[in-house]
């Protein structure tokens, strides 16, 4: 029936395949470009990325990648971190969002070339999976609007393109302290609003013991949080921890006194102005750290939900942030 279709509507049948001609020129024109700029070297040799800070260990294994957001973080995660099995990569700015991107433009893009390169995979046809240099590659944002932005933006990049990594449990997201509560010689941190009031309650109801240990730790959360991008497809393994958004930069520093105890509050807002020794106690050190596994609970709901924010239909990404903006807990005003 559509073949009768074409033979009576021929103008039809011309637009249609003007389309598809129009459509196989627009894919060879990628493919030639993908091929050319392989070709010119855009990944060749895989020379690390100046701006990598490699760790010592050559076991893939036991090693992490920190991808985090901006060089002021980065240097600070740099001389707090681990350099035997500890690596970081500081991103400038937002990446591309690869859902409207081909291929061709995302290996001419600078942050996500030092990232395939630090990975060692390759991408496309080229990819060996088998060659990744990281087990653990951990995003690293801040707490606000604009890490969380980075953060699903990287979600996107892993999610189109590496998969294979998020299947196998090689994506983690880092979890900063929302608070840092300090009396006396103590200091305790907290994920969140709920955990800050119990710790505060702690101290209400007992006073602080002398001689102990500075660092202090609220319980995690119990439920498992889903990521940002769009909460059904993404989610949060409680294997690893299953905290709420947080952040690092000094927001703000309040002063209480309870019973007698003065305890200063300091709100984290972003990571760079977070000392290395903090980073590492809070963020960074695994005995101590908090961390979100990135799984695919649902490929068919994450592709829809990839679609939806990342995509080029406006419509269905305003019906969504319409749906889903009252039940924002975290929103950065």
């Not at 990281?134 to 980075?150: L, P």
């Not at 996107?156 to 196998?168: E, K, Q």
Request: hydrophobic letters at 40%; glycine letters at 8%; one cysteine or more.
């Amino acid at each position: 029936e559509f073949l009768i279709f074409l033979e009576e509507h021929p103008k039809d049948a011309e637009g249609i395949v003007c389309k598809c001609l129009l459509s196989a020129r627009a894919r060879n024109a990628a493919k030639l470009a993908r091929d050319t700029i392989l070709r010119k070297g855009a990944l060749e040799g895989f020379t690390l990325p100046g701006k990598l800070a490699d760790c010592s260990s050559r076991h893939a294994e036991e090693t992490e990648l920190f991808i985090v957001e901006g060089d002021s973080a980065g240097g600070s995660a740099k001389q707090g971190r681990n350099r035997e099995i500890q690596a970081i990569l500081p991103l400038r700015g937002k990446v591309l969002n690869v859902e409207r991107a081909r291929l061709d433009k995302i290996l001419t893009n600078n942050e996500l070339k030092s990232l395939i390169i630090a990975m060692g995979t390759n991408i496309g046809e080229q990819m060996d999976i088998s060659k990744l240099r990281y087990h653990r590659i951990i995003i690293m944002t801040d707490a606000d609007v604009d890490g969380a932005h980075i953060r699903t933006l990287l979600l996107t990049f892993f999610y189109r393109y590496y998969p294979t990594l998020i299947t196998a449990g090689h994506i983690l997201i880092a979890q900063p302290p929302l608070y840092s509560l300090k009396y006396g010689k103590n200091m305790k941190y907290a994920y969140n609003d709920e955990e800050k009031e119990k710790i505060l309650l702690e101290i209400k109801n007992t006073a602080p013991a002398k001689g102990n240990s500075p660092l202090g730790r609220g319980r995690p959360a119990r439920n498992a949080l889903a990521c940002e991008a769009g909460g059904g497809g993404l989610a949060a393994d409680k294997s690893s921890s299953s905290q709420e958004e947080a952040g690092g930069v000094a927001d703000e520093i309040q002063g209480l006194e309870i019973n007698g105890i003065k305890v200063n509050i300091q709100r984290y807002k972003g990571l760079g102005e977070m000392n290395p020794e903090q980073l590492w106690e809070t963020t960074m050190d695994p005995k101590n750290r908090m961390m979100k596994r990135v799984t695919v609970e649902d490929a068919e709901l994450a592709n829809e939900v990839f679609e939806t924010l990342m995509g080029d239909e406006v419509a269905p990404r305003k019906k969504f942030i319409q749906t889903h903006a009252k039940s924002v807990s975290n929103l950065d005003i």
